[in-house]
């Protein structure tokens, strides 16, 4: 798996590295896993969809004033093509 890289600004732009690569420690794959890590465990509460986004809500359900939420939601929206 390729690691994930992005571009590192330098504030002065007569720096001969003003623009450069970067390779990060962590691949796309290790951000996400540890980005989902609280979820792990927890129970599916709520599963929800609108238009192309999916909303799914774990752990403890609570009201609120306009309905219900879980202590964490994960939203998933596909890419239009």
């Known amino acids: 798996m390729r690691s994930w890289e992005?571009?590192?600004?330098?504030?002065d732009s007569t720096?001969?590295?003003y623009f450069?690569?970067?390779?990060?420690m962590t691949t796309i794959a290790d951000e996400i896993t540890a980005h989902l890590q609280p979820l792990i465990g927890l129970e599916?509460?709520?599963?929800?969809?609108?238009?192309?986004?999916?909303v799914f809500h774990f752990?403890?359900?609570?009201?609120?004033?306009k309905g219900?939420?879980?202590?964490?939601?994960?939203?998933?929206?596909s890419l239009s093509q």
């Open 6 to 11: 992005r571009t590192v600004f330098s504030q």
């Open 44 to 54: 599916l509460s709520i599963a929800r969809r609108a238009a192309d986004m999916r």
């Open 59 to 65: 752990g403890r359900i609570r009201k609120v004033e």
């Open 68 to 77: 219900t939420v879980g202590d964490y939601a994960l939203h998933i929206q």
């Open 15 to 17: 720096d001969p590295a």
């Open 20 to 24: 450069k690569r970067v390779e990060e």
